[in-house]
Nanobody, 128 residues
Framework: QVQLIESGGGLVQAGDSLRLSCAAS????????MAWFRQAPGKEREFVAT????????YYANSVKGRFTISRDNAKNTVYLQMNNLKPEDTAVYYC?????????????????????WGQGTQVTVSS
């Protein structure tokens, strides 16, 4: 049974930083691309960032490029999202997802349906 557990969200001010973590279990973590999506109230879940199984390839949404960094530690079965210079429009629930296919990364914009497993989400709120 695959489990993804996000942590690290919180309430911050504009310009601050946060680091989200997503701990995975249940499948061989190093075989699967991982991604971060987010969903604001009343909006669809949108792509934020993804990286390949080795971490060698990354893609970002234009809205976060240059501010967010996705990374992974395969020894710890964990993927991270470092978020710098946060803006009020970054406010959302952030979800990590694990790709449905091994050794496959979807070029942007990937759809949520490309990811077979999701965490419960962690709230990020950025005040102005």
């Amino acid at each position: 049974q695959v489990q993804l557990i996000e942590s690290g969200g919180g309430l911050v001010q504009a310009g601050d930083s946060l680091r989200l973590s997503c701990a995975a279990s249940g499948r061989t973590f190093s075989m699967y691309a991982m991604a971060w999506f987010r969903q604001a109230p009343g909006k669809e879940r949108e792509f934020v960032a993804t990286l390949s199984s080795t971490g060698g390839t990354t893609y970002y949404a234009n809205s976060v490029k240059g501010r967010f960094t996705i990374s992974r530690d395969n020894a710890k079965n964990t993927v991270y999202l470092q978020m710098n210079n946060l803006k009020p429009e970054d406010t959302a629930v952030y979800y990590c997802g694990q790709h449905r296919l091994a050794y496959t990364i979807t070029t942007p914009p990937p759809k949520p349906s490309e990811y077979a497993y999701w965490g419960q989400g962690t709230q990020v709120t950025v005040s102005s």
